[in-house]
């Protein structure tokens, strides 16, 4: 099983600021078979990013997603208020596991 | 527009059963595998159950294996999970969703196992005495 692991647990930043966030996999993720969903308090998960890279139907440039084998990242560009949620990685390509999750925060 | 609406939780004893359902809307549902995926209060996400679009494979994760029973019923749109010999570690939010297709050249075709691009708002499960 993939296991995958993301950093930092939570990512205290302001409005406007650019938040990074990593996803690593135990083993290299065939064809870049990696997403990030966003979750806000109370509310089911929502796609962001397929394939690594691909945005989601309807999800802001300002999200973006990047890497390939055990190394991913999910930038979002400037911060907007609605954008403080926690953020899940997902590997579909050996079966299908999720990551910890990273809370963004306001700060 | 797409819809998923679930039902059917609630609280329930250890041992217990209960039958969740997912309503499916705004798609031909015949066409896609589907999902659940539960949420431990307070804790991250993890696939419980899929199945092929005619019902014909299912899958399960290790925990549930021989106690939870995926189905789903294309003439009503409809999507099941069984669950039997509940156990208090199974308390969750319980979400259905819907497995992307796999596009490739402009073709697209349900390959299961992949990313989830609509989700439910989820029905809550709780397993106490």
């Known amino acids: 099983e993939i296991v995958l692991t993301q950093s930092p647990g939570t990512l205290s930043l302001s409005p406007g600021e650019r938040a990074t966030l990593s996803c690593r996999a135990s083993?290299?993720?065939?064809?870049?078979?990696l997403a990030w969903y966003q979750q806000k308090t109370g509310q089911a998960p929502r796609l962001l990013i397929y394939g690594a890279s691909s945005r989601a139907t309807g999800i802001p440039d300002r999200f973006s997603g990047s890497g390939s084998g055990t190394d991913f990242t999910l930038t979002i560009s400037r911060l907007e208020p609605e954008d403080f949620a926690v953020y899940y990685c997902?590997?579909?390509?050996?079966?299908?596991?999720f990551g910890p999750g990273t809370k963004v925060e306001i700060k | 527009e797409v819809q998923l609406v679930e039902s059917g939780g609630g609280l329930v004893q250890p041992g217990g059963s209960l039958r969740l359902s997912c309503a499916a809307s705004g798609f031909t549902f015949s066409t896609y595998w589907m999902i659940w995926v539960r949420q431990a209060p307070g804790k991250g996400l993890e696939w419980v159950a899929n199945i092929e679009k005619d019902g014909s494979e299912k899958y399960y994760v290790d925990s549930v294996k021989g106690r939870f029973t995926i189905s789903r019923d294309n003439a009503k749109n409809s999507l099941y999970l069984q669950m039997n010999s509940l156990r208090a570690e199974d308390t969750a939010m319980y979400y259905c969703?819907?497995?992307?297709?796999?596009?490739?050249?402009?073709?697209?075709?349900?390959?299961?196992?992949?990313?989830?691009?609509?989700w439910g708002q989820g029905t809550l499960v709780t397993v106490s005495s």
């Open positions: 969703a819907r497995e992307s297709h796999h596009c490739s050249n402009g073709i697209c075709y349900a390959r299961g196992f992949y990313y989830f691009d609509y």
């Open positions: 997902q590997q579909y390509g050996s079966s299908l596991t």
């Open positions: 083993q290299s993720v065939s064809s870049s078979y």
